[in-house]
């Protein structure tokens, strides 16, 4: 019978679809795999068992993460809740902060940040900045720019074009009617400008009659078209996404009036004055085509790049002015509209989500085409993405984290010069509800046992919820653990794999006396290669049999394997009796493994790895030899 050389050297194209099980042939097959649990996918090809993750604090309430970072070296979370905000640094908490939005609204919050200011926008709360000073953080309503009474916000005229307003007098207390039904209620505290001079409305006396202060006197009290009424109001809802770009302050939809563009003066950023359409002055426009326009969220990439419910847009003009500004559709996406999932930048390309939550894209400028491509990043994946509702990107290890619907992250290993886009799909006992990373740290918010918990991405643990403890004597009792009562522990205890314990009233008791522990959630890490695709000669093979593979491992300290007769520990290195007592060795290099029994079902791995072991593990090949019997 021949045997044949099967050698896995790279994971380079992540988990990929069982639909490819019969191509062969495709350079996916060779570098995918079936399945892949809880693992990190290096640039270079090789697999590790994903960090651990390390509590920090817990929460009141569903909500989502932020990262505030105003340089390098003072960077901040913000955890945005049920009308609270929280900030961390350095996983200490510094403040907390009152906040306009209940829980349900957070996940439509959209946010920008320039130096010390961070803006936060919602469609139907006002629009807010948090500002750090040298001494305390502040949540404060935008200011636009005021000059002799009249306040330079973004002005519309909601009414039809034919409706007119007739103010009682030009000054002092007057009352505006109108020839049409266009107050309520909510247009109390709200400014019109009429004729280029502004009131404010302080009663509602009926759906034609307000009643007004005059801010600029007026210049003449007959009925009139030539009104607006300011664009962003209770009664017609607030600013939906907001970027900087080109030194102007960019705002891109509202709840009534979800596809217009609004730019700053440039250098004044709460300047909305259109002024004479000199090139620094304000600029406003709507997005018109034949499609659904409602913006969802404004980019500062290579252009400006605006993200609607149903296409893609690029913004063009070096510089932005009111003359030579042009927007142009590149591609028909569409992004989420229940929700705000920011864009974000890898290597000059901006990554989105699209609007079907299947899809993960590519938003990258061609110059051949001298357009936008929006090229989908999980093409064989795709049971990987299922209703992103989060995404940030990790730049020191080159992963794009997912955070799903169901309470699962995925990670995409991305390096686009190395052609690597490999995917993952991750689990914890819990639902993971946001992602954010700040700096060099990965942050996420999860639903666990009963609460909301804040934990980061740590290399040092294999545990997820994890803390660490030390004493200066061995012992057996360790406390601090609230966040896991009722949960199953594992426990690494002076390097050595204990458990697992029961948590009861914060604490637990292990088996054997230790100086320094490391407690938390076991997770399973799981590695399927794709079935063997062997072709003879007179045709393809029947049946196969792995004869011995060469796991090529670096600093691993356990590895649980499967070749065909059950999952079994494998045993890196021949320990002596006088080193029982000892932690697990750490091995780099081959560990080889023979096989018995042939398999007659060519659809599945030949081998498998599955293991909870909270200890370090990485995979860099696999070299198999493999026996094949012939049609």
Same mark, same amino acid.
């Given at each position: 019978?021949?045997?044949?050389?099967?050698?896995?050297?790279?994971?380079?194209?992540?988990?990929?679809?069982?639909?490819?099980?019969?191509?062969?042939?495709?350079?996916?097959?060779?570098?995918?795999?079936?399945?892949?649990?809880?693992?990190?996918?290096?640039?270079?090809?090789?697999?590790?068992?994903? =960090?651990?993750?390390?509590?920090?604090?817990?929460?009141?309430?569903?909500?989502?993460?932020?990262?505030?970072?105003?340089?390098?070296?003072?960077?901040?979370?913000?955890?945005?809740?049920?009308?609270?905000?929280?900030?961390?640094?350095?996983?200490?908490?510094?403040?907390?902060?009152?906040?306009?939005?209940?829980?349900?609204?957070?996940?439509?919050?959209?946010?920008?940040?320039?130096?010390?200011?961070?803006?936060?926008?919602?469609?139907? #709360?006002?629009?807010?900045?948090?500002?750090?000073?040298?001494?305390?953080?502040?949540?404060?309503?935008? *200011?636009?720019?005021?000059?002799?009474?009249?306040?330079? !916000?973004?002005?519309?005229?909601?009414?039809?074009?034919?409706?007119?307003?007739?103010?009682?007098?030009?000054?002092?207390?007057?009352?505006?009617?109108?020839?049409?039904?266009?107050?309520?209620?909510?247009?109390?505290?709200?400014?019109?400008?009429? =004729?280029?001079?502004?009131?404010?409305?302080?009663?509602?006396?009926?759906?034609?009659?307000?009643?007004?202060?005059?801010?600029?006197?007026?210049?003449?009290?007959?009925?009139?078209?030539?009104?607006?009424?300011? =664009?962003?109001?209770?009664? &017609?809802?607030?600013?939906?996404?907001?970027? +900087?770009?080109?030194?102007?302050? #960019?705002?891109?939809?509202?709840?009534?009036?979800?596809? &217009?563009?609004?730019?700053?003066? @440039?250098?004044?950023?709460?300047?909305? %004055?259109?002024?004479?359409?000199?090139?620094?002055?304000?600029?406003?426009?709507?997005?018109?085509?034949? !499609?659904?326009?409602?913006?969802?969220?404004?980019?500062?990439?290579?252009?400006?790049?605006?993200?609607?419910?149903?296409?893609?847009?690029?913004?063009?003009?070096?510089?932005?002015?009111?003359?030579?500004? !042009?927007?142009?559709?590149?591609?028909?996406?569409?992004?989420?509209?229940?929700?705000?999932?920011?864009?974000? %930048?890898?290597?000059?390309?901006?990554? +989105?989500?699209?609007?079907?939550?299947?899809?993960?894209?590519?938003?990258?400028?061609?110059?051949?085409?001298?357009?936008?491509?929006?090229?989908?990043?999980?093409?064989?994946?795709?049971?990987?993405?299922?209703?992103?509702?989060? !995404?940030?990107?990790?730049? $020191?290890?080159?992963?794009?984290?997912?955070? &799903?619907?169901?309470? $699962?992250?995925?990670?995409?290993?991305?390096?686009?010069?190395?052609?690597? @886009?490999?995917?993952?799909?991750?689990?914890? %006992?819990?639902?993971?509800?946001?992602?954010?990373?700040?700096? *060099?740290? #990965?942050?996420?918010? #999860?639903?666990?046992?009963?609460?909301?918990?804040?934990?980061?991405?740590?290399?040092?643990?294999?545990?997820? @919820?994890?803390?660490?403890?030390?004493?200066?004597?061995?012992?057996?009792?360790?406390?601090?653990?609230?966040?896991?009562?009722?949960?199953?522990?594992?426990?690494?205890?002076?390097?050595?794999?204990?458990?697992?314990?029961?948590?009861?009233?914060?604490?637990?008791?292990?088996?054997?006396?230790?100086?320094?522990?490391?407690?938390?959630?076991?997770?399973?890490?799981?590695?399927?290669?794709?079935?063997?695709?062997?072709?003879?000669?007179?045709?393809?093979?029947?049946?196969?049999?792995?004869?011995?593979?060469?796991?090529?491992?670096?600093?691993?300290?356990?590895?649980?394997?499967?070749?065909?007769?059950?999952?079994?520990?494998?045993?890196?290195?021949?320990?002596?009796?006088?080193?029982?007592?000892?932690?697990?060795?750490?091995? @780099?290099?081959?560990? &080889?493994?023979? =096989?018995?029994?042939?398999?007659?079902?060519?659809?599945?791995?030949?081998?498998?790895?599955?293991?909870?072991?909270?200890?370090?593990?990485?995979?860099?090949?696999?070299?198999?030899?493999?026996?094949?019997?012939?049609?």
């Amino acid at each position: 019978m021949p045997r044949t050389r099967n050698v896995k050297t790279n994971f380079t194209h992540g988990e990929v679809t069982r639909q490819i099980l019969g191509r062969g042939d495709l350079r996916a097959y060779e570098n995918g795999a079936l399945t892949l649990r809880n693992l990190f996918i290096f640039p270079t090809g090789g697999l590790t068992r994903r =960090a651990g993750l390390y509590f920090i604090d817990t929460v009141g309430s569903d909500g989502r993460l932020i990262p505030f970072e105003f340089n390098t070296e003072q960077t901040y979370l913000l955890v945005l809740s049920d009308e609270e905000i929280k900030i961390y640094d350095d996983g200490t908490l510094m403040e907390t902060l009152e906040a306009p939005w209940s829980a349900a609204q957070v996940k439509q919050v959209s946010w920008t940040q320039s130096a010390d200011t961070l803006l936060l926008v919602h469609p139907d #709360v006002p629009p807010k900045k948090l500002v750090r000073t040298t001494s305390e953080w502040e949540l404060q309503d935008w *200011d636009y720019f005021t000059e002799s009474n009249g306040v330079y !916000q973004p002005y519309y005229k909601f009414a039809a074009s034919g409706v007119t307003i007739d103010p009682s007098a030009t000054s002092g207390t007057i009352t505006l009617t109108a020839s049409s039904a266009v107050f309520t209620a909510e247009h109390e505290g709200t400014r019109l400008r009429i =004729a280029g001079k502004e009131v404010l409305i302080t009663d509602f006396d009926s759906a034609t009659v307000v009643t007004a202060t005059v801010q600029q006197t007026l210049t003449s009290s007959a009925a009139t078209i030539d009104w607006q009424e300011q =664009a962003f109001s209770a009664a &017609r809802g607030y600013p939906a996404a907001v970027a +900087f770009h080109q030194d102007r302050l #960019v705002i891109g939809g509202s709840r009534d009036l979800p596809n &217009r563009l609004w730019f700053s003066k @440039s250098g004044d950023l709460f300047n909305f %004055d259109l002024g004479d359409g000199t090139d620094d002055e304000a600029i406003e426009f709507s997005i018109l085509s034949d !499609q659904v326009n409602a913006i969802r969220a404004v980019f500062s990439g290579r252009h400006l790049q605006v993200f609607t419910g149903g296409a893609e847009w690029m913004v063009t003009g070096e510089p932005l002015t009111p003359t030579n500004i !042009q927007l142009n559709r590149q591609t028909r996406v569409g992004s989420p509209i229940d929700r705000f999932i920011p864009p974000v %930048d890898v290597d000059g390309a901006t990554l +989105f989500v699209a609007r079907n939550k299947q899809e993960i894209r590519e938003f990258l400028y061609a110059d051949v085409e001298q357009a936008y491509q929006a090229i989908d990043l999980a093409l064989l994946s795709k049971h990987i993405i299922e209703a992103p509702v989060d !995404q940030d990107f990790d730049q $020191k290890r080159r992963l794009l984290f997912v955070v &799903r619907e169901d309470g $699962k992250f995925a990670t995409l290993t991305i390096y686009r010069a190395e052609q690597v @886009s490999a995917w993952t799909l991750h689990e914890t %006992d819990g639902n993971v509800k946001s992602v954010a990373v700040v700096g *060099d740290t #990965v942050y996420l918010l #999860v639903a666990r046992n009963g609460s909301y918990t804040i934990e980061e991405f740590d290399d040092g643990v294999s545990l997820d @919820s994890a803390l660490s403890g030390d004493s200066e004597t061995a012992t057996v009792t360790w406390s601090g653990l609230t966040h896991l009562n009722g949960k199953n522990v594992m426990v690494l205890a002076d390097g050595k794999v204990q458990g697992p314990f029961m948590v009861s009233a914060g604490s637990v008791t292990i088996d054997e006396a230790a100086e320094e522990v490391i407690i938390g959630l076991p997770y399973t890490h799981i590695i399927e290669p794709l079935p063997l695709s062997v072709i003879t000669e007179e045709g393809s093979a029947r049946t196969v049999r792995m004869v011995e593979a060469a796991f090529r491992l670096e600093e691993t300290s356990a590895l649980r394997l499967d070749t065909g007769s059950g999952l079994k520990d494998i045993t890196l290195r021949q320990v002596g009796e006088e080193l029982l007592d000892a932690p697990p060795p750490i091995v @780099s290099g081959d560990i &080889r493994v023979r =096989a018995l029994g042939w398999q007659y079902d060519l659809s599945k791995p030949l081998w498998r790895i599955e293991q909870s072991t909270p200890l370090p593990f990485t995979l860099l090949s696999v070299n198999a030899e493999v026996a094949v019997g012939e049609i």
